[in-house]
């Protein structure tokens, strides 16, 4: 396998993990963004770890973009 189908393979898996996070960021929202009206809160526990764990896939797929790009050159 050379680095090009290795960095396709982590791409993939970079890709479903960062989908499952925002997944479970929105079906933990549940109906409050329907109410209307809007109000500051702060995260905490779990869903702060979420939205960290969603920044560091997010940051860990561009990177992997890119050397994918690199790889390919």
Known sequence: ???SNLLN???IFVSVALIGVIL???RGEGLGGLR???FVRTRRGLEK???Q????LSVL???V???SVTAAR
């Open 1 to 3: 396998m050379d680095l």
């Open 9 to 11: 393979v982590a791409m």
């Open 24 to 26: 479970l960021q929105i």
């Open 36 to 38: 209307g009206g809007s």
């Open 49 to 51: 770890t979420l939205f």
């Open 53 to 56: 764990l969603t920044i560091a």
């Open 61 to 63: 797929f561009l990177v």
């Open 65 to 67: 973009a890119a050397l």
